[in-house]
């Protein structure tokens, strides 16, 4: 069964500092792997994906998870954290042969607190 | 701006309430979803529509009722719900139920109150 979990509910940086929320991923085929952003009292919106296309892959507002096979990992980056990217990430893995029909598991979030 | 759009925003209902969701998207998405989001939650899968016909159905308890009268509108029905049922709704669009290179594109959501 694939799965996604997202290690540490809470991550706080200073503004400006580099962003890293951790997702490791289980999979028992290539996955293809997401990273959503919920901003408060919105939907979910599409950071970026990997689809086997690129290792490193670039997405809106400045973010980058770069995909590690051998570390079974999608960590997501950001350089310089701003006040905006405050809001919940969530890690989400899909695969078109396993229990999940293709659609998202979502691993559990990961809350983002950036400081002045 | 989200380009699925959901409505009402807020709803508040009695258990003994009929109340419905609704979700419209116009980007020719052939795939709708419903997910039910608790505080602090990930959002949990409730039911698939793919071209206009029930793929998916979790499990979820029959006093939720799903709806696709076309491809572009999907209604959740509610009725005798029960407070632990008060979550956030949000409803997804994607071309394709299942393919890669079709993510998910969602609405901002129902915050559902039952009393």
């Known amino acids: 069964a694939q799965s996604v979990t997202q290690l540490g509910s809470h991550v706080s940086v200073s503004e400006g500092a580099l962003v890293l929320l951790r997702c490791n991923y289980s999979?028992?085929?290539?996955?293809?792997l997401f990273w959503y952003v919920q901003y408060p009292n919105q939907g979910l919106q599409l950071l970026l994906k990997?689809?086997?296309?690129?290792?490193l892959v670039k997405g809106i507002n400045g973010f980058e998870a770069e995909f590690k096979k051998s570390e079974t990992s999608f960590h997501l980056t950001k350089p310089s954290a701003h006040m905006s990217d405050a809001a919940e990430y969530f890690c989400?893995?899909?695969?078109?042969?396993?229990?999940?029909?293709?659609?998202?598991?979502f691993g559990k979030g990961t809350k983002l607190s950036v400081k002045p | 701006d989200t380009e699925v759009t959901q409505t009402p925003k807020h709803l508040v209902m009695g258990m003994t309430n009929k109340k419905s969701l609704k979700c419209e998207q116009h980007?020719?998405?052939?795939?709708m979803y419903w997910y039910k989001q608790k505080a602090k939650k990930p959002p949990e899968l409730m039911f698939v529509?793919?071209?206009?016909?029930?793929?998916i159905n979790e499990s979820v308890p029959s006093r939720f009722s799903p709806e696709c009268p076309n491809s572009s509108l999907l209604n959740l029905h509610l009725h005798a719900l029960q407070p632990e049922d008060s979550a956030l709704y949000l409803c997804?669009?994607?071309?394709?139920?299942?393919?890669?290179?079709?993510?998910?594109?969602f609405g901002n959501g129902t915050r559902l109150t039952v009393t």
């Open positions: 997804a669009s994607s071309q394709q139920q299942g393919s890669s290179n079709s993510p998910l594109h």
């Open positions: 999979s028992s085929v290539p996955p293809y």
């Open positions: 990997y689809t086997s296309a690129a290792t």
């Open positions: 989400a893995v899909s695969d078109l042969y396993g229990g999940s029909q293709g659609n998202l598991i």
């Open positions: 980007m020719g998405h052939r795939a």
């Open positions: 529509y793919s071209y206009e016909k029930l793929s």
